[in-house]
């Protein structure tokens, strides 16, 4: 096109003063080149001083770069960028894939603009051609994808943007959440978002598992509902059922079969009754039907914590006495628990010759409380206890004894009719019993006061954690007396031993029984601490201190997560195979003295039945240990966290890994979501390429203007002018003798 004006520009601009003093240069050196040619006649002088000045203005012109300056019009580049969503779920479909589709459109968009290809992945990344893009194993994010083209991928030109995906997005547009941040993005964009979706609209053959609703916080005992959103696709309204599984750690707890006759979305209501507490996974699995495109998403998992709404405790007392009054007192002053005692009113130790029913307000329930109520307690007391008399042992192996190893507790308290005194060395129940028996010798009791000694897992064990302080704690039990304990007791093989009597015998013994625990007290004489030979005040601490050691000794009988030596920190929601987590785990109580350096050791177990992989960590110095864990097999996984060096009990916690990655979880297209992005960007909502036409993509045309600068200073032949007036003017002076 020709310029529509012209002009003439001084790129260097000196100033006035800077010109002055350019031009007076010029002129002495002009006057110089008069006064050096004083012998030559006036013609040859002349003829000197004309070439000495030209060669003078046009160095100094030289010096001030002119510029011949065209104003030229032009038509602006105009261009539409095209992103291909290439995640996961874009490998979708059957004869042609999504991915294959989105470069179809990308082609028919580029056969009537130009256009520059990008691939979202998210990031959007330039390609040489839609051809290049291929489908990625990531998650879509559309919104990261449009940012990042506002902020440093656009191209020349744009005039617009075209998407190009099947909706399927898991970014915080997918969350129904980051409408603001769209409209800011499609803000700073400027440009129309125009929207095209792929995929096929008809039902897929594929059962989804959506939302799974229920509390995160279950109750022990209680039913918990369970709420299942389901899409049966293109099975809805056909012949037959869907086999629908409630699991629990791995473990089957409820079948419920859903008519396929009917629409396709529908909302399954399932129960589950949770019996132990504590972590746990909550798995629904739909038995995947024939053809299904996919069964990955056939089973949602869901971590969830089990707690007991009240503890139900059974007390047997072989007699009435003070210990089992205060005992019982304590449990009755507990809220959270509900309580069943049963008393043998005349015991053994009454020497008077009566049928064991008869000892009884009633006859003793022995059926009723180990046959039919046993699985409804979670703790059973033997007070002092006699039991063989009453028939209980032959509920023992295959009652007691399993209630026992699927999470009950068990705590047996000594006396004149319990432990060796009782002649439980001859009962079912000692197998469970954390101590040993020394089958020798009359003496069963020891009369006379005595202070108990902690042994060296009994000083850092929070069972006996009386006070906080530790040198307050070993204080408290120096100044603690009992009057009278069991003798013959004897400690058994990997049960942990707290507390001593005065002949060095197992006092305090606990122990594990595979989910259950047990204990043995080998005195009832506790109560003694609620009237000690001191100052009111001591009287009440020592009430206190009688209270703590009950609490703690049936929270750790309970498991209860307080009491626990370290804290292990899990995510709360599946975690996407392949994906990298932090567990970690930081230590609690009298632990958390020691900080760093601590081992700690960590067995991850998948459930129900997987083999376990053990890892090891140390703490540092703010007493924390992480443990970097990779998501590999799909379901429910168990964590038993351990101190290396000591005898606490693991901490078990839990975490569920999913079936597949997000993208791969539902396929289902989603043209509402691409239909707020064309709402928010002002752009259209296309379902097929032919929808955009070049001016909704182009917009109209708009004509600028280049600005075209001739730099005739630079010009070579100004150089060459430059060097043919120096050489002839010196040319001259040698041929007229002045050289």
Same mark, same amino acid.
């Given at each position: ?492 093989? $990997?049960?942990?031993?707290?507390? @001593? &009597?005065?002949? +060095? !015998?197992?006092?305090? #013994?606990?122990? /594990?029984?595979?989910?259950? %625990? ?91 039945? $997987?083999?376990?992989?053990?890892? @090891? &960590?140390?703490? +540092? !110095?703010?007493?924390? #240990?992480?443990? /970097?864990?990779?998501?590999? %097999? ?106």
């Amino acid at each position: 096109m020709p310029p529509e004006w012209t002009q003439l520009e001084w790129t260097h601009d000196w100033g006035p003063l800077g010109l002055i003093l350019g031009v007076g240069l010029a002129l002495a050196v002009v006057l110089l080149a008069w006064w050096s040619t004083r012998p030559l006649q006036a013609r040859q002088r002349a003829i000197l001083v004309v070439l000495r000045a030209g060669t003078a203005s046009l160095l100094l012109a030289a010096m001030l770069q002119p510029s011949w300056v065209e104003l030229r019009p032009r038509a602006d580049e105009r261009v539409a960028a095209v992103l291909l969503d290439a995640s996961a779920s874009m490998r979708a479909g059957e004869s042609t894939t999504r991915i294959e589709a989105a470069k179809q459109a990308a082609a028919a968009v580029a056969a009537n603009v130009p256009i520059r290809a990008f691939a979202l992945e998210p990031a959007p990344r330039l390609v040489d051609a839609a051809d290049a893009v291929v489908a990625s194993e990531g998650a879509t994010d559309l919104l990261a994808g449009l940012r990042g083209l506002a902020e440093g991928a656009r191209p020349p030109g744009m005039t617009s943007v075209v998407l190009i995906s099947d909706g399927r997005d898991h970014g915080a547009l997918g969350n129904g959440q980051g409408d603001a941040a769209l409209d800011e993005v499609a803000l700073a964009l400027g440009v129309p978002i125009h929207t095209l979706i792929v995929g096929d609209d008809a039902p897929l053959r594929d059962v989804v598992v959506g939302e799974v609703r229920s509390s995160r916080a279950a109750l022990c005992r209680s039913p918990l509902p369970v709420d299942v959103d389901l899409d049966l696709g293109a099975f809805a309204g056909g012949d037959g059922s869907l086999g629908l599984i409630l699991e629990l750690d791995g473990v089957p707890q409820q079948e419920q079969r859903l008519m396929l006759d009917g629409p396709a979305r529908r909302t399954a209501h399932l129960e589950l009754t949770p019996t132990e507490p504590g972590p746990h996974v909550l798995t629904v699995r739909a038995v995947p039907l024939p053809g299904e495109a996919t069964a990955a998403n056939n089973r949602v998992h869901v971590p969830i914590h089990v707690v007991r709404d009240r503890i139900r405790v059974m007390h047997l007392a072989g007699h009435p006495s003070l210990d089992t009054r205060f005992l019982r007192g304590l449990l009755r002053a507990r809220e959270d628990v509900d309580l069943v005692s049963f008393y043998i009113m005349i015991g053994r130790a009454a020497r008077v010759f009566v049928d064991p029913e008869d000892t009884t307000l009633i006859p003793f329930p022995t059926r009723q409380l180990f046959e039919e109520a046993l699985a409804d307690f979670d703790v059973v007391i033997f007070h002092d206890f006699a039991f063989a008399q009453y028939g209980i042992d032959r509920y023992v192996p295959n009652r007691l004894g399993p209630w026992i190893e699927r999470g009950g507790a068990f705590l047996s308290i000594g006396g004149r009719g319990s432990l060796s005194a009782g002649g439980y060395e001859a009962t079912s129940i000692w197998p469970w019993m954390p101590v040993d028996l020394d089958g020798g010798g009359a003496e069963t009791w020891h009369e006379g006061a005595f202070t108990p000694k902690r042994t060296d897992v009994g000083e850092s064990h929070p069972i006996t954690a009386l006070r906080d302080d530790r040198a307050e704690n070993g204080q408290a039990w120096e100044a603690s007396t009992l009057p009278g304990h069991n003798l013959r007791l004897l400690p058994r093989s $990997g049960d942990p031993v707290l507390l @001593q &009597a005065s002949d +060095g !015998s197992p006092l305090l #013994a606990i122990g /594990r029984r595979n989910k259950g %625990r047990v204990a043995a007290l080998g005195t009832d004489g506790t109560w003694s601490w609620a009237f000690p030979q001191s100052s009111e005040r001591a009287r009440d601490q020592a009430r206190r201190d009688y209270q703590t050691l009950w609490n703690r000794l049936l929270g750790w009988l309970l498991r209860d997560p307080a009491l626990a030596a370290v804290q292990v920190q899990v995510p709360d929601q599946a975690v996407p195979p392949g994906t990298a987590f932090d567990v970690v785990v930081t230590l609690r109580g009298r632990a958390a003295e020691r900080r760093g350096g601590v081992a700690i050791a960590c067995i991850d177990s998948a459930l129900p039945d $997987g083999n376990g992989r053990a890892m @090891q &960590a140390e703490t +540092g !110095s703010d007493g924390k #240990a992480t443990f /970097r864990l990779r998501a590999e %097999r799909p379901g429910p996984h168990r964590l038993s966290v351990t101190l290396g060096d000591s005898s606490d009990d693991p901490v078990d916690v839990v975490y569920a890994v999913a079936e597949g990655s997000p993208e791969a979880l539902d396929l289902r297209p989603n043209p509402a979501l691409l239909g707020r992005i064309a709402q928010a960007g002002g752009g259209i909502a296309a379902s097929a390429a032919g929808d955009l036409d070049g001016t909704a993509l182009l917009g109209p045309l708009t004509l600028g203007h280049d600005r075209v600068r001739h730099e005739l200073w630079s010009h070579p032949s100004v150089v060459v002018l430059l060097l043919a007036l120096l050489l002839l003017e010196w040319w001259l002076r040698r041929r007229w003798g002045l050289v």
